[in-house]
């Protein structure tokens, strides 16, 4: 039987000391919980990151595979009131979250079946001079979840499987838009540790309404890399907060971005699809095409584009703070001269929603606008009408950097959309033909990343495989006795 305490997970101790208290919502109703979650305290803080610190050289790598295919396990053995818990906290939908607990549960095992053998410990050998090369963990990672995926990017999501795969010891700041949910995956990661016999620092669960809670866990000089999923202005925040410390450390931010769709060519079933991933899960997913790029002749696609739209039924938001933003956002869009409200544009009277909406401008005024190229967490898309391909081009090189970006183009048009290509490769992280940016599969080939303000590490995925090698650090062994080497060295001299 699943029971929330409201308390904090300290290195296998359910802690609150602290006296600030704060409650979640149902987006849906403005229901509050009837129990607080406890703002972690500096001493919890400062517990958690030394036992984090301490569990560093205590957890042995032959016992990572098994631990993260338990926990998996002990995800699946959660009853019903997990889907029920997220979905009154998020209002996501109960077949969304089963759809999610699935990916989150296939990423642990992914991952577990990814360092089954060393092969991600990138091995170098030198015989002269005698050079062992390996990758070992970083350190203690900070993870903070997000708001619109409260298990595939959550407490036990893709950044904390990759850090736990990488071998490092994970401290979670819950969402607190999301705590209770935090609490069920954060008792299903305290069975998984006993069961697997793991240090208990190995994994703590903190909460913190407060900003301050977030600061002291950047600061904190026993956390050696960050993992965030959300917003510009929270992730910039931490990048800055991190370099300020007497020993900086990396921050993996993932920010998302507009996703600029090109349409050199299109079908009715074009129009559908891209409609679909700009409503799809009420439009908040990192990867929505934010701007939707056509050429003047194709003008007649506007009021498809409309009337597609406007069938799509109004979603709730995950929290009031999405909404307020959003209702800040299109005010200033709306206000900008040469931008026409086609639909939508308006906050839905109580509710926490917003209408699906799109707007239509020109190039020039796209251009000259960031508040045009900038995110809108929502369901919100704008349409820029281009005279040519390539005037598509032209913008391309003025757009900042993005997690994706798509072209629709058929084979007579291969050759104009070369330089669109060429243009976009330096942009993004991920570049699409003939397909819609939502949807991003969890393999060693993914890439979910891309140039700055997308992320802060362009040269990191915080999807798939990959997503390991942000915790793990090279180390280079110089004419070392084998008696003195790891144990994945010392097999690696002996083959050799």
Same mark, same amino acid.
């Given at each position: 039987?699943?029971?929330?305490?409201?308390?904090?997970?300290?290195?296998?101790?359910?802690?609150?000391?602290?006296?600030?208290?704060?409650?979640?919502?149902?987006?849906?109703?403005?229901?509050? /919980?009837?129990?607080?979650?406890?703002?972690?305290?500096?001493?919890?803080?400062?517990?958690?990151?030394?036992? @984090?610190?301490?569990?560093?050289?205590?957890?042995?790598?032959? =016992?990572?595979?098994?631990? %993260?295919?338990?926990?998996?396990?002990?995800?699946?053995?959660?009853?019903?009131?997990?889907?029920?818990?997220?979905?009154?906290? /998020? &209002?996501?939908?109960?077949?969304?979250?089963?759809?999610?607990?699935?990916?989150?549960?296939?990423?642990?095992?992914?991952?577990?079946?990814?360092?089954?053998?060393?092969?991600?410990?990138?091995?170098?050998?030198?015989?002269?001079? &005698?050079?062992?090369?390996?990758?070992?963990?970083?350190?203690? $990672?900070?993870?903070?979840?997000?708001?619109?995926?409260?298990?595939?990017?959550?407490?036990?999501?893709?950044?904390?499987?990759?850090?736990?795969?990488?071998?490092?010891?994970?401290?979670?700041?819950?969402?607190?838009?999301?705590?209770? /949910?935090?609490?069920?995956?954060?008792?299903?990661?305290?069975?998984?540790?006993?069961?697997?016999?793991?240090?208990?620092?190995?994994?703590?669960?903190?909460?913190?309404?407060? $900003?301050?809670?977030?600061?002291?866990?950047?600061?904190?000089?026993?956390?050696?890399?960050?993992?965030?999923?959300?917003?510009?202005?929270?992730?910039?925040? *931490?990048?800055?907060?991190?370099?300020?410390? #007497?020993?900086?450390?990396?921050?993996?931010?993932?920010?998302?971005?507009?996703?600029?769709?090109?349409?050199?060519?299109?079908?009715?079933?074009?129009?559908?699809?891209? *409609?679909?991933?700009?409503?799809?899960?009420?439009?908040?997913?990192?990867?929505?095409?934010?701007?939707?790029?056509?050429?003047? +002749?194709?003008?007649?696609?506007?009021?498809?584009?409309?009337? &597609?739209?406007?069938?799509?039924?109004?979603?709730?938001?995950?929290?009031?703070?999405?909404?307020?933003?959003?209702i800040q956002q299109i005010k200033h869009i709306r206000n900008i001269k040469d931008v026409v409200l086609l639909?939508?544009?308006?906050?839905?009277?109580?509710?926490?929603?917003?209408?699906?909406?799109?707007?239509?401008?020109? &190039?020039?005024?796209?251009?000259?606008?960031?508040?045009?190229?900038?995110?809108?967490?929502?369901?919100?898309?704008?349409?820029? /009408?281009?005279?040519?391909?390539? =005037?598509?081009?032209?913008? @391309?090189?003025?757009?900042?950097?993005?997690?994706?970006?798509?072209?629709?183009?058929?084979?007579?048009?291969?050759?104009?959309?070369?330089?669109?290509?060429?243009? %976009?490769? +330096? #942009?993004?992280?991920?570049?699409?033909?003939?397909?819609?940016?939502?949807?991003?599969?969890?393999?060693?080939?993914?890439?979910?990343?891309?140039?700055?303000?997308?992320?802060?590490?362009?040269?990191?995925?915080?999807?798939?495989?990959?997503?390991?090698?942000?915790?793990?650090?090279? *180390?280079?062994?110089?004419?070392?006795?084998?008696? %003195?080497?790891?144990?994945?060295?010392?097999?690696? @001299?002996?083959?050799?």
């Amino acid at each position: 039987m699943i029971e929330i305490s409201g308390k904090n997970y300290v290195a296998g101790t359910w802690s609150s000391s602290g006296t600030y208290t704060y409650k979640s919502m149902n987006p849906a109703t403005g229901e509050k /919980t009837t129990f607080s979650f406890v703002d972690a305290t500096s001493e919890e803080i400062n517990t958690s990151m030394k036992a @984090a610190s301490k569990a560093l050289s205590e957890v042995k790598q032959d =016992q990572l595979p098994g631990f %993260l295919k338990e926990v998996s396990f002990q995800i699946m053995n959660l009853d019903d009131k997990l889907i029920k818990t997220a979905n009154w906290e /998020t &209002a996501l939908g109960k077949q969304r979250l089963i759809n999610e607990r699935i990916r989150t549960m296939t990423q642990l095992e992914q991952f577990s079946e990814y360092i089954s053998n060393n092969h991600y410990r990138d091995i170098v050998t030198s015989t002269q001079p &005698a050079l062992h090369r390996m990758q070992i963990p970083i350190g203690p $990672v900070v993870v903070f979840p997000a708001s619109n995926f409260p298990f595939a990017f959550g407490v036990c999501g893709g950044d904390t499987a990759s850090a736990w795969a990488a071998g490092c010891p994970v401290v979670v700041k819950a969402h607190p838009s999301h705590p209770q /949910t935090a609490e069920i995956f954060a008792q299903a990661v305290h069975r998984a540790i006993k069961k697997c016999v793991l240090p208990d620092g190995f994994f703590s669960l903190i909460h913190g309404h407060n $900003v301050s809670i977030s600061k002291e866990l950047v600061l904190h000089p026993q956390t050696q890399a960050i993992g965030f999923t959300g917003s510009f202005t929270a992730g910039k925040a *931490i990048y800055d907060l991190a370099y300020t410390r #007497k020993h900086p450390i990396p921050v993996y931010a993932e920010m998302g971005s507009i996703n600029p769709i090109f349409l050199i060519d299109i079908s009715n079933d074009t129009i559908k699809s891209i *409609i679909d991933s700009i409503t799809l899960g009420v439009g908040q997913f990192c990867t929505k095409p934010g701007v939707v790029f056509i050429l003047k +002749q194709q003008n007649n696609i506007i009021n498809k584009m409309i009337n &597609a739209i406007n069938q799509k039924k109004t979603g709730i938001l995950l929290n009031k703070q999405v909404k307020d933003k959003l209702i800040q956002q299109i005010k200033h869009i709306r206000n900008i001269k040469d931008v026409v409200l086609l639909t939508g544009g308006n906050p839905v009277k109580n509710a926490c929603s917003f209408e699906n909406t799109l707007f239509q401008t020109d &190039a020039k005024t796209f251009l000259q606008h960031k508040e045009l190229q900038s995110e809108c967490f929502g369901p919100i898309s704008i349409i820029v /009408t281009c005279s040519t391909i390539s =005037q598509f081009t032209s913008i @391309a090189t003025n757009l900042d950097g993005q997690l994706s970006a798509s072209i629709y183009v058929q084979p007579k048009h291969y050759t104009d959309a070369i330089a669109l290509r060429d243009v %976009l490769v +330096q #942009k993004v992280g991920r570049l699409i033909f003939n397909e819609v940016p939502t949807g991003v599969a969890v393999c060693e080939a993914m890439q979910h990343g891309g140039p700055f303000p997308a992320t802060t590490a362009p040269y990191s995925t915080s999807v798939g495989m990959k997503a390991i090698y942000r915790f793990l650090r090279p *180390i280079v062994f110089q004419n070392a006795p084998n008696q %003195l080497l790891p144990v994945e060295l010392s097999k690696s @001299a002996v083959s050799t």
